[in-house]
């Protein structure tokens, strides 16, 4: 039986998800035995396979460099433990300032709020569009989701900071 998806990717996109020569589509193809079309002129991608799961995998490194990653980033997904994770900024905020102003809390001045997350949870964190997206080891990404959304909500960076710290540590001492 063959499954068939479709997804709609930003065309500024498009040329990322293609690669040099074809290099970055064929790369998700060969990893998840999935073939791959992109209609460039609408941003719409298909995606055809014979396995269920492959297919969501598939699916999902697309989605992500529709999304803002590099194609190297996303390709984490093809890892068993790997998980990608989107937030929807509409959800939190109403207006254009209010969104404009929730993506500058979680990126924080200079980028600082950003990455302090990335490296206390070892996620990659994109703030594209009207989304937030998120790959990172399945045990670690909804922690990093779950202090954007502190900060979304309105939380302080130190308090989300020190929710993160605390998080962090009960994992480590967990995996000993």
């Not at 939190?92 to 809390?105: D, E, H, P, S, V």
Request: proline share 3%.
């Amino acid at each position: 039986m063959t499954y068939v998806y479709e997804l709609k990717i930003p065309k500024q996109r498009i040329a990322v998800l293609i690669g040099k020569k074809g290099e970055v589509k064929k790369e998700i193809e060969e990893a998840t035995k999935v073939k791959i079309r992109v209609d460039s002129k609408e941003g719409d991608v298909f995606l055809e396979g014979e396995d269920g799961l492959s297919l969501y995998i598939a699916k999902e490194v697309v989605r992500s460099i529709g999304r803002g990653f590099n194609p190297d980033v996303a390709k984490l997904l093809l890892k068993a433990d790997y998980v990608f994770e989107q937030i929807n900024l509409p959800d939190y905020a109403k207006t254009k300032n209010a969104l404009k102003r929730l993506k500058g809390r979680v990126i924080g001045s200079e980028g600082k709020s950003r990455k302090n997350i990335e490296s206390l949870t070892n996620c990659s964190i994109i703030v594209f569009g009207k989304t937030i997206s998120i790959i990172g080891p399945s045990e670690q990404a909804p922690i990093a989701r779950h202090a954007i959304e502190m900060l979304l909500r309105g939380s302080t960076h130190s308090t989300v900071y020190k929710w993160l710290e605390n998080k962090c540590k009960e994992l480590r001492f967990k995996n000993v």
